[in-house]
């Protein structure tokens, strides 16, 4: 049973910075993918950027320009740098991994980011 560890939930100013961690364990083998969502009150879940193993990563066009994924292979810990955040980027971020190429995506529990002044 895979097992996450996320960073806690801020508040943050527009135009400030926060990076994301999550943790994932309870597995013997490296996860084939890791990456991030997000959703905001009612809305949908949005696809925020994605890091597999080994490939190069790729993040939402809509988001790139201000948050970057970076990945610990070693340790299956997955980040999220984010940049220059707006209000409209308030929402839970929810981690997830695949464990292999096609499975179903597990998902962490997530955590609220809140950008306001």
């Known amino acids: 049973q895979v097992q996450f560890e996320e960073s806690e939930g801020e508040l943050v100013q527009p135009g400030g910075s926060l990076r994301l961690s999550c943790a994932a364990s309870g597995s013997s083998f490296t996860f084939y993918e890791m990456g991030w969502y997000r959703q905001a009150p009612g809305k949908q879940r949005e696809f925020v950027a994605r890091?597999?193993?080994?490939?190069?990563?790729y993040s939402s066009p809509f988001m790139k320009d201000r948050f970057t994924i970076s990945r610990d292979n070693a340790g299956n810990t997955v980040y999220l740098q984010m940049d220059s955040l707006k209000p409209d980027d308030t929402a839970v971020y929810l981690c997830?991994?695949?464990?292999?190429?096609?499975?179903?995506?597990?998902w962490g529990q997530g955590t609220q980011v809140t950008v306001s002044s």
């Open positions: 890091a597999p193993l080994d490939e190069d990563t």
């Open positions: 997830y991994v695949q464990p292999r190429y096609g499975a179903s995506l597990i």
